[in-house]
């Protein structure tokens, strides 16, 4: 658990002054100070390789003998189970195909303890469309969840990580975006979800900067103009970038990754999250950098000068759920390569 000292407090108070500023009166008027309000928020995230791990199962299909004597489990239902317990503000998907991201809707918001009760609360962006061998056919992307209700949301598309000559191949292929809504009583506060490319390649041309960083520059782009417009906002999702990466320098100047104070699991890094090769995981991990097979590339991040002074920001990741199946239960396998990483943070954010 990180406490927000006097320089983010400072900060906050800054940007305070910059936004009572901007919306202050003529010169000899009364300026009333811009209207904003402190609230914590919880964010639970999971990229949960829905076509690579899980093929598109989705939890409905039927289960028999062999299942039930196993143990086994879908992962729609690890995944709703641990946001039931886990009950946080907003939810975030990475890697989910889209008959997954219903299920989890309707479970969501059914059975005897439903998570929320608002009418529209969930949001799906596609980053692989529907009519290919992935997801058995299904559209594959990310997904969002509030608690509350969400207002209309919108898919920022980032600059592309393929080449046409993939593309015509057949490969797969992701059209990379950031899916981001606002609560619907609280529009100066967004959500927003996303997944960058693990890509190295120099994209357009051999001597363009390389597409992950492209990705990650854009990210930044989109959050600042947020924080321009006075606006308030959590973003959760696979970076594939450890911080400390070059790459990730741009994006966070200005930002604060939930994970990065504790100071049980290293410092400045954090908690591992991701599994490089999920059929031969490290059974006992070391949680910090030096450990390249589990890194740390899921982060949920902050705006710092928004993080309401004298308040605290923290996240976990939960170890990865090993009872899923795809052979009707006779056999269980880890049901992700990503741990589920959970954060709370309280902002100040702008009602008018």
């Known amino acids: 658990m990180r406490s927000i000292g006097r320089a983010a407090g400072a900060a906050a108070l800054a940007l305070a002054a910059v936004l009572v500023s901007a919306g202050s009166a ?30 598109g199962l989705d939890g409905t299909a039927s289960t028999d003998a062999v299942w039930e004597a196993n143990g086994a489990r879908w992962m729609v239902d690890e995944a709703v189970g641990s946001i039931k317990t886990q009950n946080p503000d907003f939810v975030s998907f990475n890697e989910i195909c889209r008959g997954q991201y219903e299920e989890i809707r309707g479970k969501l918001s059914s059975g005897a303890t439903p998570w929320t009760e608002a009418a529209s609360f969930a949001r799906f962006a596609t980053t692989h469309a529907a009519g290919t061998t992935v997801c058995n056919g299904e559209a594959f992307g990310n997904a969002l969840f509030s608690k509350a209700e969400l207002g209309i949301s919108r898919t920022y598309v980032l600059p592309a990580d393929y080449t046409q000559a993939e593309a015509d191949s057949g490969g797969y292929t992701e059209d990379r975006s950031m899916l981001c809504a606002p609560l619907a009583a609280q529009p100066k506060m967004k959500f927003c979800t996303t997944h960058i490319t693990g890509s190295n390649r120099r994209l357009p041309e051999p001597t363009s900067p390389k597409i992950n960083g492209q990705q990650l520059n854009a990210v930044r782009d989109i959050l600042d103009g947020f924080t321009a417009a006075g606006e308030s906002y959590l973003v959760a999702g696979d970076f594939n970038a450890q911080p400390g990466f070059a790459r990730l320098g741009p994006l966070m100047e200005g930002r604060t990754e939930l994970d990065g104070a504790d100071p049980a699991h290293c410092p400045g890094y954090g908690e591992w999250t991701a599994l490089d090769d999920p059929a031969t995981p490290d059974s006992n991990p070391t949680p910090c950098a030096e450990n390249l ?8 991040l902050a705006p710092t000068g928004q993080l309401a002074p004298d308040s605290t920001y923290t996240a976990d990741s939960k170890a990865i759920p090993t009872r899923c199946s795809i052979d009707g239960g006779k056999t269980l396998q880890l049901c992700s390569d990503h741990r589920v990483l959970t954060g709370t943070a309280t902002l100040t954010v702008r009602t008018d």
């Open 26 to 55: 003529p010169a000899g008027a009364g300026a009333d100070p811009v209207p904003t309000t402190v609230k914590t928020y919880t964010v639970w995230h999971w990229n949960v390789a829905g076509h690579k791990i899980n093929k």
């Open 293 to 300: 097979g589990n890194p740390k590339i899921d982060l949920i």
